[in-house]
């Protein structure tokens, strides 16, 4: 990894990256007695991706419309998870690495979810980040600049390589954040889709050792 400056600002995609998406949707279909495949779930991404892009809604609603139109789940089933998103599980790094990067700059979740998600996720992972800022605030969705235009004005930040944006996922995050000029930082999660990056990590706290080295 190229010598970088040290983050003033750390951005997380959080479903993929903080939080295990994959395993959380597969386990709360199988409690609804449905299962789900690599390829289902690619599929469902797909369309809440496609569903996003239209008007706003809430991210429990889309997430409920694709478990329903991909994969058969009733509708009282598909609200129950869609509400519960946020209470899927962080990867077991995740607490760690955001603890021992907020020691270094300030972190911040920018997520395609609701606020209550946001409630939900950071009391899995036992303590708050500095901000979680999801598209309910910001009323659209990643891949869409206007999310991170959304976070610049609200936290003050500049475009540039001193906000490193963290995400598993190219089409939803890195993207975009290259376009931006800020520094991409891809995790390569089980479930990622890679792209642009700077600097390549195996989970948070590789990239929290990372991170302090360069601040010695």
Not at 87 to 102: C, S, V
Not at 115 to 126: F, I, M, P, S, W
Request: charged share 25%; aromatic share 10%; with cysteine.
């Amino acid at each position: 990894m190229e010598t970088l400056a040290p983050p003033t600002l750390l951005t997380f995609d959080v479903f993929g990256t903080v939080l295990d998406w994959r395993r959380g949707l597969r386990d709360a279909l199988a409690g609804e007695g449905i299962s789900l495949d690599d390829d289902a779930f690619d599929r469902v991404i797909d369309a809440q991706a496609a569903a996003e892009s239209g008007s706003f809604r809430r991210y429990a609603d889309i997430t409920a419309e694709s478990l329903e139109s991909v994969l058969g789940a009733s509708p009282e089933a598909a609200a129950r998870i869609g509400a519960d998103v946020g209470t899927w599980p962080p990867y077991a790094d995740a607490a760690e690495g955001l603890r021992r990067l907020m020691r270094i700059a300030p972190c911040v979740a920018i997520t395609n979810s609701d606020l209550h998600h946001g409630v939900q996720a950071q009391k899995g992972l036992g303590f708050r980040l500095d901000d979680w800022i999801c598209a309910e605030e910001s009323r659209c969705y990643k891949p869409d600049p206007e999310v991170w235009r959304f976070v610049s004005e609200r936290r003050g930040a500049a475009f540039g390589p001193t906000w490193w944006h963290v995400s598993a996922y190219a089409d939803y995050d890195l993207v975009t954040a290259r376009d931006l000029g800020l520094t991409c930082v891809y995790v390569a999660r089980p479930h990622a889709r890679p792209g642009p990056k700077d600097v390549a990590v195996g989970d948070l706290l590789e990239l929290a050792a990372f991170a302090e080295s360069l601040i010695g």
